[in-house]
């Protein structure tokens, strides 16, 4: 199982603070995200929005997700 991990303002979009899918081999990024709800998705897949996967930051591009991965999603900070 993957888990999906909402942090800040995505939790309050998703939710939840995470969710588990279950994941056969390596699956892109982009396809987890086609099983959540669009609303979720879009937000998940902005510009602003940081991906870390066990605990480093990666990049969006071409990420792949295994089976036991925890994949936390990490709004931009802003305030003044």
Do not use: C, H, W, Y
């Amino acid at each position: 199982m993957a888990r999906l991990v909402f942090l800040g303002r995505l939790e309050e979009v998703a939710g939840a603070v995470e969710l588990k899918f279950p994941l056969t081999g390596l699956t892109p990024l982009d396809n987890v995200l086609q099983m959540l709800p669009s609303r979720l998705a879009e937000a998940l897949g902005g510009p602003k929005v940081r991906i870390a996967v066990n605990g480093s930051i990666v990049e969006k591009e071409r990420l792949l997700v295994a089976d036991g991965d925890e994949v936390s999603f990490l709004p931009s900070v802003s305030g003044g």
